[in-house]
């Protein structure tokens, strides 16, 4: 009786229903799980669900408009050592500070392997070379940094699909600081689109950088100037300074 109990506690935990013998995928249940996160305070169970999908031991989600610095600001959630994350702040920091927008943007959801400084000191049984994923979440890009356990062999599938997820995660947790009342109508994209604009961004960038075709983004810029009576992007980006949209 107990062997039963067991076998079926086992396959309960990998997905196996106990009623009808159906099996969910691993992504199937992650998705149930960070589909019940909703705000801030969730956030570190979504990330630990993240992490345990592809078997890594710990995750670091930062920001990438923030100064890297001793204050870690930059820190969205962490379950990393904190002297670890304190000694190689200026390392994240600099390795994004050297990267052209377009490396930045062609890096997206693809991840990359880093290895660890030689002074900074790792728990036991941890690797010194970790992975992380960048993502856009609206007109933030964050990272996530990944620990895995030494000589573990990863998925790419399931890096990929972390990379995807930690965005979707990201936006229904961190929630943009809300903004100054406004006359104007325009939409949350319409207003990401003005902000790249004003960051000297073209209309093939920025398209990369929110995951959408050129004409889309080409359309909400001329129902930006449409709404604010503005004729050109340059006019555009001053209506929205004004109005301290960007």
């Not at 995807?164 to 104007?184: E, H």
Request: proline letters at 2%; hydrophobic letters at 40%; charged letters at 25%.
């Amino acid at each position: 009786m107990e062997t039963i109990r067991a076998d079926v506690t086992l396959r309960e935990s990998y997905g196996f229903s106990a009623v009808a013998g159906e099996r969910k995928s691993a992504r199937d249940l992650l998705l149930q799980q960070l589909g019940r996160c909703a705000d801030r305070t969730s956030l570190p169970a979504g990330l630990r669900a993240l992490t345990r999908y592809v078997s890594a031991s710990h995750y670091l989600l930062v920001r990438h408009d923030r100064t890297f610095d001793t204050d870690i600001d930059f820190v969205v959630a962490s379950d990393w050592p904190f002297d670890m994350v304190r000694n190689m702040a200026a390392a994240i920091g600099m390795v994004s500070s050297r990267m052209s927008e377009i490396d930045r943007c062609s890096s997206l959801m693809q991840p990359a392997f880093v290895q660890l400084a030689d002074d900074i000191a790792v728990p036991a049984g941890i690797s010194r070379e970790y992975c992380a994923i960048t993502v856009n979440v609206g007109r933030v890009r964050m990272t996530l940094l990944l620990l895995f356990p030494e000589h573990f062999i990863l998925s790419q599938t399931s890096l990929r699909d972390v990379g995807l997820l930690t965005g979707y995660l990201a936006s229904l947790c961190c929630k943009p600081v809300a903004r100054q009342d406004r006359d104007s109508d325009l939409t949350d994209r319409e207003i990401e689109c003005l902000y790249w604009i004003a960051e000297g961004k073209t209309s093939d960038e920025i398209a990369v950088i929110l995951g959408i075709s050129r004409n889309t983004i080409n359309n909400y810029i001329t129902s930006v100037m449409r709404k604010t009576a503005t004729k050109t992007r340059s006019e555009a980006i001053a209506w929205a300074v004004r109005n301290n949209l960007v």
